[in-house]
Nanobody, 122 residues
């Protein structure tokens, strides 16, 4: 059974930081590109970042570039999203997914977790 379990979300003040984790099982994580995708209340899916299986390719949405960092540990079957300088517009449900690029992610391809809520508010 494929499982993607996100953790690390919560309530944080503007300018603060959070680190999201996603533990994967049931598929060949080490050969899969992984992504983070978010959905703000009342809005559609927004691709955030993708990392290739070897970490040699990484891409970010313009809205998070310079503030978020994606990484992975293939030995632990885990992908991370370090989020710094958080803004109110980063408030969303953050999903971990095995989609390999923005187009695939926004079509909800691949395996998906249930999400972890990030709320940025003072």
């Amino acid at each position: 059974e494929v499982q993607l379990v996100e953790s690390g979300g919560g309530l944080v003040q503007p300018g603060g930081s959070l680190r999201l984790s996603c533990a994967a099982s049931g598929f060949t994580f080490s050969s899969s590109s992984m992504s983070w995708v978010r959905q703000a209340p009342g809005k559609g899916l927004e691709w955030v970042s993708t990392i290739s299986w070897s970490s040699s390719y990484i891409d970010y949405a313009d809205s998070v570039k310079g503030r978020f960092t994606i990484s992975r540990d293939n030995a632990q079957n885990t992908v991370y999203l370090q989020m710094n300088t958080l803004r109110s517009e980063d408030t969303a449900l953050y999903y971990c997914a095995s989609c390999q690029n923005q187009a695939f992610c926004e079509k909800k391809r691949g395996y998906w977790g249930r999400g972890t809520q990030v709320t940025v508010s003072s």
